[in-house]
């Protein structure tokens, strides 16, 4: 018997499944008149303790139809569902979505939830609802931001020499993006792809112009052939990078001022006699 309770136990490793207290306090109740060889001792021991015995067995037998039924499905579920709105909620600013959510997780956290959980999937079929308008709402600006830089980079890659040699990976790279957000469920997740779009594009940008420079630097020539400056190579910099204020608060000129002095300085930071500065916006 203390070998199936330490089975069950361990499933407690997967998740915070409902139960784990009792298991332990039942494994110990058995344990307890393990070691006394007295027979009647061992009897007088187990009589004490037989109504505790007994409900036991009552809740270990309602532990055991949580996990052989479809009660752990459904509770895995909501765990999953939970997660998820875990990881997005500082996204999130909807009170019916809140509402629901603090039903379910009141079920999830209850010591004995067994008789709640038929309440789970209605109330996660409402979650879902409910979560997947709003994550449709947060998609969509996401994927115009990844056509938006697909559309600059295959743009600038139009009119160079190597175009054909770049482009199928370019647009692989991009439809790569546009399918892990379409199938993404997490609403930070995809918020976070914006971001992912606008260094992606930045990436191959600084490619193109990495390529540049070795497409127009000529070969050496001879002792006669005069100097050449080099080429200048072209830095693409996402206006993200060099301004950290999502939002200006400007009260009179000399707030202006002061921001775009921090904007020039990051700026003269990157830039250097040749090196051409691009910012995307």
């Known amino acids: 018997m203390i070998?199936?309770?330490?089975?069950?136990?361990?499933?407690?490793?997967?998740?915070?499944?409902?139960?784990?207290?009792?298991?332990?306090?039942?494994?110990?109740?058995?344990r307890e008149p393990v070691h006394i060889s007295d027979v009647m001792d061992f009897y007088e021991k187990v009589h004490k303790r037989?109504?505790?015995?007994?409900?036991?067995?009552?809740?270990?037998?309602?532990?055991?139809?949580?996990?052989?039924?479809?009660?752990?499905?459904?509770?895995?579920?909501?765990?999953?569902?939970?997660?998820?709105?875990?990881?997005?909620?500082?996204?999130?600013?909807?009170?019916?979505?809140?509402?629901?959510?603090?039903?379910?997780k009141g079920i999830l956290k209850e010591e004995k939830p067994y008789s709640e959980i038929p309440k789970l999937p209605d109330l996660t079929k409402k979650f879902e609802e409910k979560y997947n308008i709003l994550l449709d709402e947060k998609m969509n600006p996401v994927i115009d931001a990844i056509q938006d830089a697909k559309d600059r980079v295959l743009e600038e890659l139009s009119k160079k020499s190597y175009k054909?040699?770049?482009?199928?990976?370019?647009?692989?790279?991009?439809?790569?993006?546009?399918?892990?957000?379409?199938?993404?469920?997490?609403?930070?997740?995809?918020?976070?792809?914006?971001?992912?779009?606008?260094?992606?594009?930045?990436?191959?940008?600084?490619?193109?112009?990495?390529?540049?420079?070795?497409?127009n630097d000529p070969a050496g020539g001879g002792d006669d052939t005069p100097p050449i400056s080099p080429a200048k190579k072209t830095r693409h910099i996402n206006i993200d990078a060099i301004n950290h204020?999502?939002?200006?608060?400007?009260?009179?000129?000399?707030?202006?001022?002061?921001?775009?002095?921090?904007?020039?300085?990051?700026?003269l930071e990157e830039l250097d006699e040749n090196t051409v500065i691009r910012i995307q916006f």
């Open 50 to 104: 037989y109504d505790d015995y007994l409900d036991f067995d009552e809740e270990y037998e309602i532990i055991t139809r949580f996990f052989t039924g479809e009660q752990k499905t459904i509770f895995e579920n909501s765990l999953k569902l939970m997660s998820i709105y875990d990881d997005s909620k500082a996204y999130i600013a909807d009170t019916d979505i809140e509402f629901i959510v603090k039903e379910i």
């Open 245 to 267: 204020n999502k939002t200006w608060i400007i009260n009179d000129e000399n707030d202006l001022e002061e921001y775009i002095e921090r904007i020039r300085k990051k700026i």
């Open 164 to 215: 054909d040699e770049y482009e199928d990976r370019y647009l692989q790279e991009f439809k790569n993006l546009h399918d892990k957000a379409t199938s993404c469920n997490n609403i930070a997740l995809l918020v976070s792809m914006n971001l992912e779009a606008d260094t992606l594009m930045t990436k191959l940008f600084n490619e193109m112009a990495e390529r540049d420079i070795s497409v």
């Open 3 to 30: 070998n199936r309770l330490e089975a069950l136990e361990s499933k407690y490793e997967i998740a915070p499944y409902p139960g784990k207290d009792v298991l332990k306090s039942g494994k110990d109740l058995l």
